[in-house]
């Protein structure tokens, strides 16, 4: 087994990863202690208003981070906007807060959790491409046993003549 070492663009990308999932426990964490400070517990509120502020700054480096990834990693190009866009959102929803306009915080605090999970989901869908590409075996290479092989033209003859009748059916 060959030990291979991380690339730069694979550094970024999991470091990338982590903060979009630190992000969004942070912002998960949010409504539960507003909620906590609502049943009366003092200290939650002290605490939302703190992890606001760590929202922020882990934020920030969000779209840093986000913009390397996509710049020289070829990453998508969605992601440092989308970055960008929940890190504004977010300073909004800190002025909101603290100005006591709930009736626009909550709303904008919703919006902030599905940006902050959207992030999570399109970073970790995209990997960073590796400079080796690995090469799969095809049903007519040597290195599948004949059985095999054979089974293998027949399920795609079988899903190709399947295909055709239902191809036929949508241009009609």
């Given at each position: 087994?060959?030990e291979q070492?991380l690339?730069?663009?694979?550094i970024?990308?999991?470091?990338l990863l982590?903060g ?6 942070l912002v998960i ?6 909620g906590?400070s609502?049943?009366?517990d ?5 605490l ?6 760590a929202i922020?700054?882990v934020?920030?480096?969000?779209v840093?981070l986000?913009?390397?990834?996509w710049?020289?990693?070829r990453g998508?190009?969605?992601v440092?906007i989308?970055?960008?866009?929940t ?6 929803q800190?002025?909101l807060?603290?100005t006591g ?5 909550l709303?904008?605090g ?9 992030l999570?989901w399109?970073?970790?869908r995209?990997?960073?491409r590796?400079?080796e590409?690995?090469?799969h ?17 027949d399920?795609?003859?079988e ?9 036929k059916?949508r241009?009609?």
């Amino acid at each position: 087994m060959s030990e291979q070492s991380l690339t730069r663009r694979q550094i970024i990308h999991i470091a990338l990863l982590a903060g979009a999932v630190l992000h969004a426990l942070l912002v998960i964490a949010q409504p539960i202690l507003a909620g906590r400070s609502l049943e009366g517990d003092a200290r939650a509120l002290e605490l939302h208003a703190g992890n606001g502020y760590a929202i922020l700054t882990v934020a920030t480096l969000l779209v840093l981070l986000a913009i390397v990834w996509w710049r020289p990693g070829r990453g998508p190009g969605v992601v440092p906007i989308l970055a960008a866009v929940t890190l504004a959102a977010e300073g909004a929803q800190y002025v909101l807060g603290d100005t006591g306009l709930l009736s626009l915080h909550l709303p904008l605090g919703i919006a902030i959790l599905v940006l902050s999970l959207l992030l999570c989901w399109i970073v970790t869908r995209h990997s960073p491409r590796t400079t080796e590409t690995t090469q799969h075996p095809r049903a007519d290479d040597t290195e599948l046993p004949n059985d095999h092989r054979a089974a293998h033209a027949d399920a795609t003859a079988e899903a190709g003549a399947a295909a055709t009748p239902r191809a036929k059916d949508r241009s009609e």
